[in-house]
Every structure is written in structure tokens, then in C-alpha cells.
């Protein structure tokens, strides 16, 4: 057994990471004394820590280290989500860096027109409601997909569902597939859409929101209050208002 001090210098980590990583449940020691509160850990601790360093190394959070220790999240997973993020980020920074100074660069009104969201068969999650998680839920299905045999039919996109709503606002995560049947499977279909291929980027796709809204606004379109954002491979975003008739 290691005092804090003596693992801390064993496993070249300070003692402030080794508090943070107890803290979030990724490394508690092995045991803490009642009489004096020293914290004790095991020579077996010492590979996980290194684990914990490397994720860190390559940007995961402690969530998904968490995760992945937990055994709730696969590491190939997480980390295939990281590279999708990471990818899209360059792309962003790249996009962000070829733009004018002004920023004068604006989507026509007349890009924005009435187009229904195709009909088509997916698998789904639906576990968060939060964007900083999309990566994740993106990995998970074309995880499984990968590990089934699913064929994938399009790319994934999100369904936000009863916006005008604080409690039952819901976010699910869908990709496409071609073979695949069951309950498990989510039949998607709106004939009434206002849509825009919104060429600006993930980072600022709340502007096609914005237009769409405008327009609708505009030509007197009452919304569903159901958004569909498909995240296309040329970086652009096809997003959907459905309307109601």
C-alpha cells in the first residue's frame, strides 16, 4: 500500500489530480484511514491511473473516463466519437479561418422553401438532451451498427421534439439503415417542413434556426415545435421545421 504522497511520485501525477480523480469516482483509493484520513492506494491502482493519464492525454473528459471505466461506455466507442469531434472541430477551425473579416457571408432567404423530411427506418437513441453529448450517441449507433451487421442507409441526424416545453423537451439521435427490423427500430416521416441546407457549420447552425423561424414568422407557417438537424458529410446541416397544416 501507497500513501497519496508515494503514488502520486510513482505514477508521475500530482496530488490536486489525484483529489479530482477520487472526487469523480475515477480512482478512490484502496483505503483511507479513520484516525489520521490518510488515503492509501495499491500497486494494481497504478495501471488504471495510467489509463486515466492517457485518456486525458488524447482530450477525453473525466464523464467519459468515467464512463468508459464504469464498463457503461466501450473505449473503442468514446474514442471514435472524440476522432468525429475532433474532425468536425478542424474542419470548423479550418472553414472559421478561410472567412471574411466582415463575417458579411449570409445564407439567401430564398434558399429556405417548403420540403418534407423522406421517410426512412432507423435505430435510435434517445438518453440526453444536451449537444455536448451528440458525439457520443453518434459513436453508440454506428458502434452497433458496425457490431450487428446493420447496413447504414444515410447520414445521422437529431430529432428535437416539444420545444415549447421545459419538461418533456426530448432529443433523440438517429441514423438510417437499410436491413434492419424491430421494436427497436424508428419509422421517420414529416410531410409538412419548412428546411434550409444551412452551409455555415455546426458551430453556428443556431442561425438556420433563426431564418427558419423568421420565415415562418413571415408567411404566417404555425410550427410543430419538432426540429430535425441532419449532419451532412460536406459539413453542411439540413435542418427541418415541421409545420403545422
Do not use: W
Not at 475515477?26 to 479513520?34: K, R
Not at 426512412?120 to 437513441?125: M, T
Not at 416521416?189 to 433563426?210: D, L, P, R, T, W
Not at 407557417?221 to 427541418?240: F, G, P, Q, T, W
Amino acid at each position: 500500500m501507497y500513501t497519496r504522497g508515494q503514488f502520486a511520485v510513482m505514477g508521475s501525477v500530482g496530488i490536486k489530480a489525484l483529489r479530482l480523480y477520487h472526487e469523480n469516482g475515477l480512482l478512490v483509493p484502496a483505503f483511507i484511514n479513520e484516525e489520521n484520513g490518510y488515503h492509501y492506494y495499491d500497486e494494481k491502482q497504478l495501471a488504471v491511473l495510467e489509463k486515466i493519464k492517457n485518456y486525458r492525454k488524447i482530450g477525453l473528459s473525466l464523464f467519459e473516463i468515467k464512463q468508459i471505466l464504469d464498463g457503461r461506455a466501450g473505449e473503442k466507442e468514446i474514442i471514435d466519437s472524440k476522432i468525429t469531434e475532433t474532425d468536425r472541430l478542424l474542419n470548423e477551425m479550418k472553414a472559421y479561418k478561410n472567412e471574411a473579416a466582415s463575417d458579411d457571408a449570409e445564407i439567401s432567404g430564398e434558399e429556405i422553401g417548403c420540403k418534407p423530411f423522406s421517410k426512412c427506418r432507423c435505430i435510435f437513441i434517445c438518453e440526453n438532451t444536451e449537444r455536448e453529448n451528440l458525439g457520443m450517441s453518434v459513436g453508440k449507433l454506428y458502434e452497433r451498427a458496425a457490431r450487428e451487421g446493420i447496413a447504414v442507409a444515410g447520414d445521422h441526424f437529431v430529432i428535437f421534439d416539444r420545444l415549447d416545453t421545459d419538461d418533456n423537451f426530448s432529443m433523440t439521435t438517429c441514423l438510417p439503415v437499410t436491413d434492419h427490423t424491430g421494436e427497436d427500430v424508428l419509422e421517420v416521416y414529416e410531410e409538412n417542413c419548412i428546411h434550409i441546407n444551412f452551409k455555415g457549420g455546426f458551430s453556428k447552425v443556431g442561425k438556420a434556426h433563426q431564418m427558419l423561424r423568421c420565415y415562418a414568422e413571415k408567411n404566417g407557417i404555425k410550427l410543430a415545435e419538432r426540429v430535425y438537424e441532419v449532419y451532412n458529410k460536406d459539413m453542411s446541416v439540413d435542418v427541418y421545421y415541421a409545420a403545422i397544416k
